[in-house]
């Protein structure tokens, strides 16, 4: 689990974000924020030289110790050669209908959007790597090429502002298109709720990547009223995906409703114990450092 990093910057909040015109400033502001609190950190210094150095392992050889980073951090550094920092990333944005849902505040899509568009702005802003995005519902609805130059960074959030939720879900059938496109070893960020009919499918399309030796960071996009079901008047409940409809008292259901949902998370949790992912749970009123933090540690471990 990823420590925070203390900030109490209110460009992390999501509803604050969501207040702000243009996903590029979003994006840029986010990233400041949590830059702010990481400097005042435990992690000082963790991400200022991250795209040249990376932490000290054993086996490393002494003589790439980076002395005057240890003396800024106290922590053992070593330098990072041209070819060592050179990462792939795959931003995978879930644009199904479900991922729409707002109880209140911002949609699991806006929230996902905003999260995806700073990480994309700090790989190739702060760390020249390269980011690549694909969109898809029921099919890929778009595929963009992992690129690590600055001019690419616009065309990502170009899309990511333009895309909107859409159609049913199969997620499966484009976990497995992308982990045979991607021919070199990547970081695979995915961002969805994982609301598919064939969960066994998504299980196996996680396994793909894992088979094909890419790293991959699933974070899980969630309502608070998801987990909660506070509702509380006779109601009738719609898909959004399939139209089917269900009139009934929630109180009644509410019980099963949760051990379901929390069966649902645990098999999602449980499949990414078992095959090297990090599961990161993000519920949309958390704040995007949580997130960002999740991924700055896995990309120190992977390096590059």
Known sequence: MAQKAESTSPYLDPQYISQISGLDLRAK?????????LHKSPYH???????EHRQYMPGDEIKHVDWKVYGKT??????QFEEETNLKCYLLMDCSASMGYASGGISKFDYATYLAAALAYLMIRRQRDAVGLVTFDEKIRSLM????????????????????????????DTLDTIAERIK???????????????????V???KHFRHRKHEVVLFHMIDAQEINFDFTEDSLFIDVESGDKLRTQPVHIKRSYQQLFQEFINTLKQTCRDHNIDYVPMPTDKPFDFALMNYLQKRGRIGG
């Open 204 to 206: 196996q399309g996680l």
């Open 45 to 51: 210094g963790f991400s200022v030289e991250f795209a």
């Open 29 to 37: 502001l986010v990233v400041e924020g949590f830059m702010a609190g």
């Open 145 to 172: 090429p992992a690129r690590s130059v600055s001019s690419y960074l616009p065309e990502i959030l170009l899309t990511l502002e333009k895309t909107r939720p859409g159609a049913g879900t199969r997620i499966a």
């Open 184 to 202: 070199r070893r990547a970081l695979v960020l995915i961002f969805s709720d994982f609301f598919d009919e064939n969960l066994d499918a998504v």
């Open 74 to 79: 106290n922590r053992f550094y070593v330098k």
